[in-house]
C-alpha cells in the first residue's frame, strides 16, 4: 500500500485490505490530526478493497464529523461502489460524484 499527502488530500495506492488497515488507518488519523480543512481520501488508484478497509473509512469519517470537518472518498469505482452499498457503509461515507465527460 502506497501512500501519498497531497495538501488536503491522502492518496491511496495498491490493495486496501485487511493487511492495510492498520497502515492507512495510522496514516489516515494522522493525516486528520495534521490538517485544518476537510479531508479527502483518493482511491483512484486503490487495486482492491475489501469491507474491513471501508470500515476504517467509515469510522475516520465519523471522527472527522465530531471535529466539525468532513472527509470525501474520491475516485470511488465501480467495485468499490458496489462494496460501499452492500454493506451499507454508504449512508456513513460521502463519495465525491465523478465528473461526466462529453
Known sequence: M????????????GQFDVRSTMEVRAALYDHIET???DVVVDLTEVTTVDVTALK???????STERQGRHLR???????VRRLLHMSHLFRLVDVEREAISA
Open 73 to 79: 472518498l474520491r475516485g470511488c469505482g465501480p467495485a
Open 35 to 37: 490538517t485544518a480543512d
Open 2 to 13: 502506497d501512500i501519498i499527502r497531497d495538501g488536503a488530500t491522502l492518496v491511496l495506492a
Open 56 to 62: 476504517v473509512l467509515a469510522v475516520a469519517t465519523r
